[in-house]
């Protein structure tokens, strides 16, 4: 399966201010220094990783909304120069217009696209029951449960068709139940439509259950410190894939991964 992302020795180094030095000092930051991995075509990445690790900025970089220091990041084999239709970006935060339907809120792109309005209606409500939000389409964000509105943003970048998904930590907010729900139905949409998918979050449970191979990132500076492998073949037709041998050690396994540094500095 042919490479459909590669970051080669890409850094991001940050201005900021330097508080040590007092007002209007600055320092530079080095958010994440030599990543060099690569995704392929329909792979679902996750990423996890601490606090400042530069899982962000990871994403803001794939998505084109900033630039690499050094390095450069191919789609295709072309390297990323700034946003992109290829792409699709779902974040945390819902980022709806309130004003608007669901059905609105995800012609909208569409619309400014220059889509024709029969297309745009088909595309929107097919999106909208890919993610379950048949009978949904004319309620208003406010209207809506919290997994409901993610479940409008993922149709809204869906509907533009990119190559590959960003999300960044999309079910963060929701509740335990709903976040499992909308993980299953995640994995749904992936398995029907081929999408490439990256997805960032703190939840190992989440990075395993999602994910054919999870990036665990380290920090100071970040960095992609290994990639695992998930051998888990039927996430959606196991009852309860969690309690799967496979994923306990798997789990345990990238769990020991993000506290190697805690140890070794606990030994010194």
């Known amino acids: 399966m042919a490479d459909k992302i590669r970051f080669d020795s890409v ?17 530079e930051f080095t958010a994440v220094k030599d990543l060099n991995f690569s995704v392929k075509d329909g792979e679902f990445l996750t990423l996890v ?10 994403l803001d970089l794939l998505g084109g909304l900033t630039k690499p220091t050094t390095g450069r990041i191919l789609l295709d084999g072309k390297e990323i120069t700034g946003p992109g239709l290829d792409r699709g970006i779902v974040f945390q935060q819902y980022a ?8 609105g809120n995800v012609e909208f792109g569409l619309e400014a696209k220059g889509v024709s309005k029969k297309e745009r209606n088909e595309l929107t409500q097919y999106f909208l029951s890919l993610v ?4 949904f389409e004319d309620r208003f964000p406010h ?5 409901m509105k993610q479940r409008v943003a993922i149709a809204r970048s869906l509907a533009f068709n990119p190559d590959v998904l960003l999300m960044d930590e999309p079910f963060a907010a929701l509740d335990a139940q709903t976040r499992e729900t909308l993980q299953s139905e995640l994995l749904r949409i992936w398995d029907k439509t081929k999408k490439t998918i990256i997805f960032i979050t703190h939840g190992i449970d989440e990075a395993v259950y999602l994910g054919q191979r999870v990036a665990v990132m380290s920090t100071n500076p970040g960095t992609v410190k290994y990639m695992v492998d998930i051998p888990l073949d039927s996430r959606l037709n196991e009852v309860d894939i969690r309690s799967h041998a496979e994923f306990v050690k798997a789990r345990h396994h990238i ?10 500095a606990a030994s010194i």
């Open 11 to 27: 850094t991001k180094v940050f201005t900021v201010r330097d508080t040590e030095k007092g007002k209007g000092s600055k320092k």
């Open 49 to 58: 990783g601490p606090s400042g690790c530069g899982k962000s900025t990871l």
């Open 96 to 103: 709806l217009f309130p004003w608007k339907t669901a059905r």
């Open 132 to 135: 379950g939000l048949e009978g």
């Open 143 to 147: 209207e809506l449960s919290g997994g």
């Open 255 to 264: 769990w020991s991964l993000l506290h190697e540094k805690v140890y070794q």
